[in-house]
Structure formats: structure tokens, C-alpha cells
């Protein structure tokens, strides 16, 4: 009866499969996990590949163009430091023009202040030499005039008028 009436409450029992109903759910698992095996797993698997690839090339990619932007810092960095330089050595020697043409400015003003004064002085020279000479030409005839209203004759005579005036002019230079 124990047998019996174990049978009896499977039987009875909703919970517990029959046993056909369990080896048909064991093979239709079987085939299902073979068919998701062979055809599924492998594409998921291809798939979580090429991310992982992706994701790894990306992070490749990422690392190189991080050492080539701290190349091209260094590189920049440099480039700045010699143009820098570049400029201090650039405003330097214009500052060592700017004072060599004021220089040459100052000489140049100085000579051409030379040549003026020179030019000048032979101006004044000139004009002196002229004044000399136009004042024994007339210191001449009025001496010649006096002399010949004291001598009561006329001297008339170019080369004689030239002779008392060179003579009366030198004993004025004598007396002083």
C-alpha cells in the first residue's frame, strides 16, 4: 500500500511532471541549447569582439593622440623659447641700429653745422674782402680829391692815385 498509494498521490500531485513530459523538456533543451551553441553564442561572441576591439583600438588611439599632443607641446614650447630669442636678438640689434644711425644722424647734422659754418665764414671773408676793397676804392678817390684840392693840382693818374692810396693805407695800419 505504501507503494500504491505513493503512486496514487503522484498521480494526484499537479507539481510533480510525468515522466514523458520530462525526458520530451530534456531533449527539446538539449536540441535548443545545441541550436543557441552552435548559431547564437557565436555571433554574441563576434560581436563582444569587435567592441572589444573598438574600445581597445579606441583607447589606443586615444593614448597616441595624447603622445602626440604632448609632442607637439614639447615642440611648441621650443618653437616659442627660440622665437622668444629670436625677438630679443631682433629688438637688440634694432636698438643697436637705431643707436648707430642716430649717431650717424648726429654726425652727418655736425658736419653739414661745419660746412654752414665755413660756408659762412668764407661768405663773411668774401663780403669783408669786399668791403676792403670798396672802401679803398673809395678812401682813394676822396684822398686823391683832398690831395689834389691841397696840392692845387689835378691826379688824375690811375696808376700815381693807386700808389698814394696803397701807401696812405698802409701808414694807417702801421699807426696801429
Known sequence: MSFKSTAAEAAAN?????????IVGAIAFTLLFLVLRSKVVPMFEKAFAARTEAIQGGIEKAEQAQRDAATALSQYTAQLADARGEAQ?????ARVQGAAIIEDL?????????????????????????AIT?????????ATELASKIVGEALDDQVRQSRIVDRFLEDLEKSK
Open 14 to 22: 499537479p507539481l510533480v511532471p510525468h515522466t514523458a513530459e520530462l
Open 134 to 142: 670798396s672802401l679803398r676804392n673809395e678812401v682813394g678817390t676822396l
Open 106 to 130: 648726429r654726425t652727418k647734422a655736425q658736419e653739414e653745422a661745419a660746412r654752414i659754418t665755413a660756408s659762412a665764414h668764407a661768405s663773411i671773408e668774401a663780403e669783408r674782402q669786399q
Open 89 to 93: 636678438s631682433i629688438r637688440e640689434e
